[in-house]
């Protein structure tokens, strides 16, 4: 079984920085794309950064030169670093991954996210 964990969420004034992290666990022999959503309350979720397996990346406008997404292959982890965190950021943050199994298929799988509040 694969298990996909977010942690770094919390509490945070207009203006900080948090750092996420999506950890892949279980029977993991590889991870490809991995994208980081959020949605905040009474709205969509929303894909706001991708990072593909050979490490290029994309994002959201709305975050486009604040967040970015980086990946630690040897730990099965990806991080979302982001700075210069508005009001309009708050969400729950969740990561959705394919993951590859010993018989090299991937399968998509999703975290149960995490809490960003951005003070004003």
């Known amino acids: 079984q694969v298990q996909l964990v977010e942690s770094g969420g919390g509490l945070v004034q207009a203006g900080g920085s948090l750092r996420l992290s999506c950890v892949a666990s279980?029977?993991?022999?590889?991870?490809?794309?991995v994208r980081w959503y959020r949605q905040a309350p009474g709205k969509e979720r929303v894909m706001i950064a991708i990072?593909?397996?050979?490490?290029?990346?994309d994002y959201a406008d709305s975050v486009r030169g604040r967040f970015t997404i980086s990946r630690d292959n040897a730990k099965n982890t990806v991080f979302l670093q982001m700075n210069s965190l508005r009001p309009e950021d708050a969400a729950v943050y969740s990561c959705?991954?394919?993951?590859?199994?010993?018989?090299?298929?991937?399968?998509?799988?999703w975290g149960r996210g995490t809490q960003v509040t951005v003070s004003s």
């Open positions: 959705s991954a394919g993951v590859r199994d010993w018989t090299s298929r991937t399968r998509g799988y």
């Open positions: 279980g029977t993991v022999f590889g991870i490809e794309d």
């Open positions: 990072i593909h397996s050979d490490y290029s990346t």
